[in-house]
């Protein structure tokens, strides 16, 4: 698997997400896109196996967007 590769995730032991690789971090871990929510989601590269073809056919269904001059604060 590499940078930008379509893949399955397994998120909290029991659900299977669409996925894109955006980067090896330390260890184990991979930070993914995920396509159909559009969160960013740190996991185990264990958890995350190849996408089959028959479920990449069907595009992302989130959408990254920003709204101008807002600025995000996580307290």
Request: net charge positive; proline share 5%.
């Amino acid at each position: 698997m590499c940078i930008g590769a379509p893949c399955a995730v397994l998120i909290d032991d029991w659900k299977w997400l669409r996925a894109r690789i955006l980067k090896f971090s330390k260890g184990n871990d991979v930070i993914v896109d995920l396509v159909d929510i559009g969160n960013d989601n740190i996991v185990n590269i264990e958890n995350i196996r190849p996408l089959l073809k028959v479920f990449g056919r069907l595009p992302p269904l989130a959408l990254r967007c920003r709204m101008k001059g807002v600025i995000l604060e996580i307290s």
